[in-house]
């Protein structure tokens, strides 16, 4: 995951390792699915593995565009404008999924 290197996230986990990350879908309740896990978290500092997380996010979104910063709030454009940290997140004991999809109503 990407964050500006002088955001409090960043600053959080150089202090303090410890993560945890959910990642979720659908809009209700019987839709819900998701995946969390506990991690430990580290800033990516070798150059040739941040160059290819570059390199693979900017091939994941060249065709959407990077938006028009003409359109953003300057405070936003000036908060992404610097340095990206990188974050690698390894996971901590077993992964926790539900999908309540697969819930039948009684």
Avoid: C
């Avoid at 410890?18 to 500092?45: C, I, K, P, Q």
């Avoid at 150059?47 to 405070?75: C, H, I, M, S, W």
């Amino acid at each position: 995951m990407l964050s500006p290197a002088g955001s409090s996230k960043v600053a959080r986990i150089r202090a303090d390792p410890r993560a945890a990350f959910l990642v979720e879908s659908g809009d209700r309740w019987r839709d819900l699915r998701a995946v969390s896990f506990s991690a430990t978290a580290r800033l990516v500092t070798d150059e040739a593995r941040r160059a290819e997380v570059f390199a693979a996010r900017a091939a994941k979104y060249a065709d959407r565009g990077t938006g028009d910063q003409r359109t953003l709030p300057e405070a936003t454009v000036r908060h992404y404008a610097g340095d990206s940290a990188i974050v690698a997140l390894a996971p901590v004991g077993r992964l926790i999924s539900w999908d309540n999809s697969k819930l039948r109503p009684r």
